[in-house]
């Protein structure tokens, strides 16, 4: 199906869409509409509580649930600009096997686009060379910075720093 995660690709990738940005917050909304993809926000009804987004690859769209909080909206834009800019055209050359990802609530860490798609997102919304020069103000306070969640934030701090 697909090969093992490309973590330095999907890194990569994010970074080059970063490279304009000197400092927080990355528009990730900014970004993705800048490569022709519409962003809409969405009331997803009774799937409300379970899916966060998903990416209609044939029509160019990202939905957002529009009931979650500002950072959730974020990362979700920049999870499905990331499924957008490494998977399209694996979902565009199998339409019938791969009709829509949803972003759920609660993802399958074990699948490799997932998991790409949130390596992508963290590196997008928080990039290396903008978090390296503040890595050890509190955790809070950069997540307010980046405009990301404290448990994102967290989590890219581990990770970039080894903590």
Known sequence: MFSPVRWS???RR????????????????EIAESRGINVVFAAFNKFEGDVSGFCDFRAAKLFVNNSERTARKNFTIAHELGH????????????DRYTVLPRFTTPDRSDPLEKEANHFAANLLVPQRLLLPVINAPTAQLAHIFGVSREMMEWRVRNVSGR
């Open 9 to 11: 690709e999907a890194q």
């Open 84 to 95: 957008w800019e490494l998977h399209r055209s694996l979902f565009l050359d199998n339409p």
């Open 14 to 29: 994010a970074d080059l869409l970063t490279t304009p940005y000197k400092s927080p917050p990355i528009p990730a909304l």
